[in-house]
């Protein structure tokens, strides 16, 4: 049998993408089930977790294994935050601590703010069918 | 009207339960009940704008609904009581602003059907001719205010009840056929420090056992003198924390007793985990289904007790534990 090699390992990132991604989930859902936590702590710990492991440099490697897998979910938003903040003292001084955080995330949150309220304005909440 | 042992009541001409009337939503359309209620929703605003308005329009519509089923006019309806789940009331005083009949508005969460019921019969038993008891909720207006808004789309967990949609109503009047009230068991504020606002039945399920117990210490009856006992919202968890209170303080209530909110909704196709809950919940499942197996005769003896937290999401935040209430009232054909 012939295998196509190049194609295996041009699908290995994919794949390492959606098995980070989906461990970071099945923590998530793991605290739902077995926890008190309610979602807006559990958002808390996510992002906190993120950035902690973002300012001890935990973080970058599990970016660069999985990229978007780590990037995209809550856990990336802190390190996000983190990584600003570390770059905005190095060009700024103490003040970047402060600025460097929200600048490096500053593309994610006015487009969470710019599409939800596109999507407030053309859906309406309702209930899950299932 | 008497009063019997520690804190239940008699009556002397016990009130009959002259018509009941319910509406619910889509969701409970679904549901193994869905043949029983008067009217099912398609979707669950009602052609309103906001969810706060379509629960006013159920509760409205369906008090009308009870009404003209009596065959009474709603000027012969000597008082109301009447209430829900949103802040101050307000499905009930918005809903029922135009219909003219002096009204009293209560709060007992998921107990208030049962309650508007038995101050309705203590009514009776004093002045009024006939008196209307109804309570809504609505899954919607009661996420939004107690947990989360909709539009979070948040996971709930599996210890969690579902909010029913929906409403019932019920007409007491003095002289009638039956099914009669005949006692009525008013519940203490129970607390036993349960903190999670998503397992309410935990919560409840101990103030239900004290009620219940209370209630067969002052008639001197047993669980086996009913058909049924049911209550008004445990859900899956709460009813099996009750049953077995009951059973270590000798009470057998295994095999006539269930729960509105594992009855409203079908387990294994619904997801609605821990089953149904609000006070839309007990009052629905009474006046379509409940009331109808009193009628026909299948059920001649019904203890029904409705279960309260009484908590808010201020409390719930502050990290407060849930005090709660469960209100019993016998009804006998």
């Not at chain 1, 390190?79 to 402060?98: D, R, T």
């Not at chain 2, 969810?51 to 009404?67: C, D, G, H, L, R």
């Not at chain 2, 999670?196 to 009856?221: C, E, K, Q, S």
Request: charged share 15%.
């Amino acid at each position: 049998m012939d295998i196509d090699w190049g194609s295996v390992f041009s699908l290995m990132p994919l794949l390492k993408c959606f098995f980070v991604g989906g461990i970071i989930c099945v923590i998530g859902q793991i605290l739902i089930d077995k926890t008190k936590l309610t979602p807006a702590r559990i958002l808390v710990i996510f992002v906190t977790t993120g950035a902690i492991l973002g300012g001890l440099g935990i973080y970058s490697y599990i970016v660069d294994f999985a990229g978007s897998g780590a990037t995209v979910p809550l856990t990336g938003f802190g390190y996000n935050l983190a990584k600003g903040a570390i770059e905005g003292v190095k060009q700024s001084g103490i003040v970047g601590a402060f600025t460097g955080g929200v600048k490096a995330c500053a593309g994610g949150i006015a487009a969470a703010v710019f599409f939800g309220y596109i999507a407030s304005l053309i859906s309406k909440p309702k209930i899950k069918k299932q | 009207m008497k009063k019997l042992g520690k804190q239940s009541i008699s009556f002397d001409t016990p009130p009959t339960i002259l018509d009941c009337a319910s509406i619910v939503g889509p969701k409970e359309s679904d549901g193994p009940l869905a043949k029983y209620f008067d009217q099912t929703l398609e979707d669950e605003f009602w052609g309103e704008k906001s969810w706060e308005k379509a629960e006013s329009k159920i509760i409205k519509e369906t008090v009308n609904t009870v009404i003209s089923k009596s065959g009474i006019s709603s000027t012969e309806i000597d008082c109301c009581f009447a209430g829900d789940l949103l802040n101050q009331c307000i499905s009930s005083s918005f809903g029922l602003r135009d219909i003219n009949i002096p009204f009293f508005g209560l709060f007992g969460a998921c107990s208030t059907f049962v309650e508007s019921l038995s101050l309705g019969s203590i009514c009776i038993e004093s002045f009024a001719n006939n008196v209307l008891c109804a309570t809504s909720s609505h899954f919607c207006s009661a996420e939004k205010q107690f947990r989360f808004p909709l539009e979070l789309g948040n996971q709930r967990p599996p210890s969690s009840q579902w909010t029913v949609t929906g409403a019932g109503a019920a007409i007491l009047t003095k002289s009638g056929q039956g099914p009669f009230v005949t006692c009525i068991t008013p519940g203490k504020i129970v607390d036993m420090g349960i903190k999670d606002a998503n397992n309410m039945g935990a919560a409840m399920a101990p103030a239900f056992a004290d009620t219940v117990i209370t209630h067969f210490l002052d008639t001197g009856r047993n669980p086996s003198y009913y058909d049924a006992i049911i209550s008004g919202d445990l859900g899956y968890i709460g009813k099996d924390i009750a049953i077995d209170i009951l059973r270590s303080q000798g009470y057998q209530v295994e095999k006539n007793y269930n729960d509105c909110g594992v009855l409203i909704f079908d387990k294994a196709s619904q997801d609605t985990h821990s089953g149904g809950s609000g006070c839309g919940c007990v009052a629905s499942v009474f006046s379509g289904y409940l009331f109808k197996q009193l009628k026909e005769r299948k059920i001649k003896k019904l203890l029904l007790v409705a279960t309260g937290a009484l908590t808010n999401s201020t409390t719930a935040q502050q990290g407060e534990s849930i005090p709660s209430i469960a209100h019993a009232i016998s009804i006998e054909v």
